[in-house]
């Protein structure tokens, strides 16, 4: 896997109108690993989804489901699978991880710039930067940067592409909550001002509650989709019983 999170994107072999509506199509029938032994691992079961241009998905599950597996499978880091996955238009699709994965002989700026094309390298990174307070950080190296604004710096990395699809991979566990919660206002802000369609992964309820359009519930593993919750409320309206009623619905 590329080190800056970027993977290339998979030609769509389906054009219908619904398609282009649409920033990804999942139709997967499973995933299993060949384990010593002679044994199988059915990591992932039967999942079908499509995705909305411009949406922004949380998946929910238990530990070790296969929510990593999947969100593998779409980036196209685990070809191994039986079923199709397609991804409307050529554009590129960035991936933020647990770890932001920055280079550490390299400043926030050249960290920022490591994933732009030569014809883009010389783009201004002004407005990115003092949208996620990074401006009078673009000379520090990640060895100057506490882990939450390490990860301002992925998400910067990962909006500077305009990807056509943004993979959010557990991106705010092991932070303090105010942390948390700048950064989900961040990254919240930054999708408003750089619409992308956005698939995320949380083990946190509460969280994909606040933040989704759309939350898809993974069964224990192999992982198959229990419930689908479309959610309608406008977040600035999510209060505290609007969240814990949004969680209710997602079951145990």
Same mark, same amino acid.
């Given at each position: 896997?590329?080190?800056?999170?970027?993977?290339?994107?998979? &030609? +769509?072999?389906?054009?219908?109108?619904?398609?282009?509506?649409?920033?990804?199509?999942?139709?997967?029938?499973? #995933?299993?690993?060949?384990?010593?032994?002679?044994?199988?691992l059915h990591a992932v079961g039967a999942l079908d989804f499509s995705?909305?241009?411009?949406?922004?998905?949380?998946?929910?599950?238990? +530990?070790?489901?296969?929510?990593?597996?999947?969100?593998?499978?779409?980036?196209?880091?685990?070809?191994?699978?039986?079923?199709? @996955?397609?991804?409307?238009?050529?554009?590129?699709?960035?991936?933020?991880?647990?770890? =932001?994965?920055?280079?550490?002989?390299?400043?926030? &700026?050249?960290?920022?710039?490591?994933?732009?094309?030569?014809? #883009?390298?010389?783009? +201004?990174?002004?407005?990115?930067?003092?949208?996620?307070?990074?401006?009078?950080? #673009?000379?520090?190296?990640?060895?100057?940067?506490?882990?939450?604004?390490? #990860?301002?710096?992925?998400?910067?990395?990962?909006?500077?592409?305009? =990807?056509?699809?943004?993979?959010?991979?557990?991106?705010?566990?092991?932070?303090? &909550?105010? %942390?948390?919660?700048?950064?989900?206002?961040?990254?919240?802000?930054?999708?408003?001002?750089?619409? %992308?369609t956005i698939l995320m992964v949380t083990h946190n309820a509460e969280?994909?509650?606040?933040?989704?359009?759309?939350?898809?519930?993974?069964?224990?593993?192999?992982?198959?989709?229990?419930?689908?919750?479309? @959610?309608?409320?406008?977040?600035?309206?999510?209060?505290?019983?609007?969240?814990?009623? @949004?969680? +209710?619905?997602?079951?145990?």
């Amino acid at each position: 896997m590329p080190i800056d999170g970027v993977v290339p994107v998979s &030609e +769509s072999a389906m054009e219908s109108d619904l398609m282009t509506e649409q920033a990804l199509r999942v139709c997967v029938q499973g #995933r299993r690993f060949a384990l010593a032994g002679g044994d199988t691992l059915h990591a992932v079961g039967a999942l079908d989804f499509s995705l909305p241009a411009n949406s922004f998905t949380c998946i929910v599950g238990p +530990s070790g489901c296969g929510k990593t597996t999947t969100l593998r499978m779409i980036l196209g880091l685990d070809k191994q699978y039986d079923g199709s @996955i397609h991804l409307p238009g050529n554009g590129p699709i960035a991936a933020v991880f647990q770890e =932001p994965r920055l280079l550490p002989w390299r400043t926030v &700026e050249q960290n920022i710039r490591l994933v732009l094309p030569e014809s #883009r390298q010389n783009d +201004s990174l002004d407005e990115l930067l003092v949208n996620l307070g990074l401006e009078d950080l #673009r000379g520090f190296y990640p060895n100057q940067l506490s882990l939450g604004l390490a #990860r301002r710096v992925a998400l910067a990395r990962a909006f500077v592409l305009r =990807p056509q699809l943004l993979v959010l991979d557990e991106p705010f566990v092991s932070l303090d &909550e105010p %942390t948390a919660v700048r950064l989900r206002t961040l990254l919240l802000d930054l999708w408003q001002l750089r619409p %992308t369609t956005i698939l995320m992964v949380t083990h946190n309820a509460e969280e994909a509650a606040s933040l989704a359009d759309r939350i898809l519930v993974f069964s224990k593993r192999p992982a198959q989709i229990l419930r689908s919750i479309d @959610i309608d409320t406008p977040r600035q309206q999510r209060d505290r019983p609007v969240i814990d009623s @949004i969680v +209710s619905r997602l079951g145990d």
